[in-house]
């Protein structure tokens, strides 16, 4: 029984690293097509080396060089800028009414704030921790002032922008969606 065991276990360590073999290679491909669609067709560049960023990662969970350098390309390419700080996946994104700001939430539990009218919005963010579980909410009060988070963990959070301080913490059954309110009624 022990034998049969380890000869499991063996298998299944060969699989697994088979299958990430696979996604390497995957990954690594994604990219290569990227490049050589950059020219004739730019967005879908874009979105063959998101797909490689997505399907290949290293074994420390870093994505694979050449997809990330697809990516940077195509952004390139495009006039996009990539944004750097989140840890994890992004779960939701929200522009400020005014567009001076973008917010992004991740499967972390963080959300940054990017000031997008700055000389260069990708060299820094500001960090909203707060979260215990995903974000799935972010808004952004219509002023744009004040921005909302809430996620699985049943919080919701309200944060001042001009000076980021978290304003309000509250805690309830299921605070899975964030609404402003105008004179009593939803919008």
Known sequence: MLVLSVIGAVWWNRQQLAERQRQIAFARQL???SDASLKSWPL???LLAL?????GHDPQGRPIVAA???LRHALGATGGILLRGHDDALTVVA???DGRWLASGSHAGTA???ELTGQDPGARSITLKGQDSALNTLIFSPDGGWVATAGGDGRARLWKVT???EIRDTKRESAEK???VHGGAAP
Do not use: G
């Open 31 to 33: 990219a290569a097509r």
């Open 44 to 46: 879908r560049s874009v």
């Open 51 to 55: 797909e490689a960023v997505k399907q």
């Open 68 to 70: 990330e350098q697809a």
């Open 95 to 97: 522009f400020s009414p």
């Open 112 to 114: 940054r704030l990017w």
């Open 163 to 165: 000076d980021v301080e």
């Open 178 to 180: 964030c609404v402003w």
